[in-house]
T-cell receptor
Framework: SAVISQKPSRDICQRGTSLTIQCQVD?????MFWYRQQPGQSLTLIAT?????????ESGFVIDKFPISRPNLTFSTLTVSNMSPEDSSIYLC?????????FGQGTRLTVV | GENVEQHPSTLSVQEGDSAVIKCTYS??????FPWYKQELGKRPQLIID?????GEKKDQRIAVTLNKTAKHFSLHITETQPEDSAVYFC???????????FGTGTKLQVIP
């Protein structure tokens, strides 16, 4: 399967600021997804990133808070905007090829 | 939307014994069922998957069964080893680059 490089791996941010997370895939993938995972919890889908169109957000997540870019078939970014301590979590990007999802290594975000 | 339930949430077994994790799904359109293993601090890794046109799939010590009528699928790990200790997630998807919905996870501990 393809390999996704995600960065940063971790960050500590001040509340009210924004952080952009990047994911680079070593091959073209049709769909990319962004997840949030609280420690000890399952993965919650934030949005589906489509190339050439606006991302599709799941219930409870909005574009103003989590803007996403997908400029081509190998790259995507997720921005966590106007951060609060409640945004502290692990954020994972995922690519999908014929149904098999593979993940970046995750970004551990702490908001202070 | 799809809802995936997973049981048990924690499972402790003696080394060499078998472990079984069970999941149910709600969307009859789902036709792809992957299982992921996530070690502490690492990304989820696909360990086995099954599609709706088969009832069982095996890969060495790991097997997955699917009952489409009952909307149940299960992961079976035989001859467990300490390195099998991790959190396991089941998931469901309707395929065709559709989003993957994850179960709540099972923390497996294999006691040496």
């Amino acid at each position: 399967s393809a390999v996704i490089s995600q960065k940063p791996s971790r960050d500590i941010c001040q509340r009210g600021t924004s952080l952009t997370i990047q994911c680079q895939v070593d091959s073209q993938v049709t769909m990319m997804f962004w997840y949030r995972q609280q420690p000890g919890q399952s993965l919650t889908l934030i949005a589906t990133a489509n190339q050439g169109s606006e991302a599709t957000y799941e219930s409870g997540f909005v574009i103003d808070k989590f803007p996403i870019s997908r400029p081509n078939l190998t790259f995507s970014t997720l921005t966590v905007s106007n951060m609060s301590p409640e945004d502290s979590s692990i954020y994972l990007c995922s690519g999908e090829g014929t149904g098999e999802a593979f993940f970046g290594q995750g970004t551990r975000l702490t908001v202070v | 939307g799809e809802n995936v339930e997973q049981h048990p949430s924690t499972l402790s077994v003696q080394e060499g014994d078998s472990a079984v994790i069970k999941c149910t799904y709600s969307d009859s359109a789902s036709n792809y069922f992957p299982w992921y293993k996530q070690e502490l601090g690492k990304r989820p890794q696909l360990i086995i998957d099954i599609r709706s046109n088969v009832g069982e799939k095996k890969d060495q010590r790991i097997a997955v069964t699917l009952n489409k009528t009952a909307k149940h699928f299960s992961l079976h790990i035989t001859e467990t080893q300490p390195e099998d200790s991790a959190v396991y997630f089941c998931a469901a998807s309707s395929g065709g680059y559709q989003k993957v919905t994850f179960g709540t996870g099972t923390k497996l501990q294999v006691i040496p």
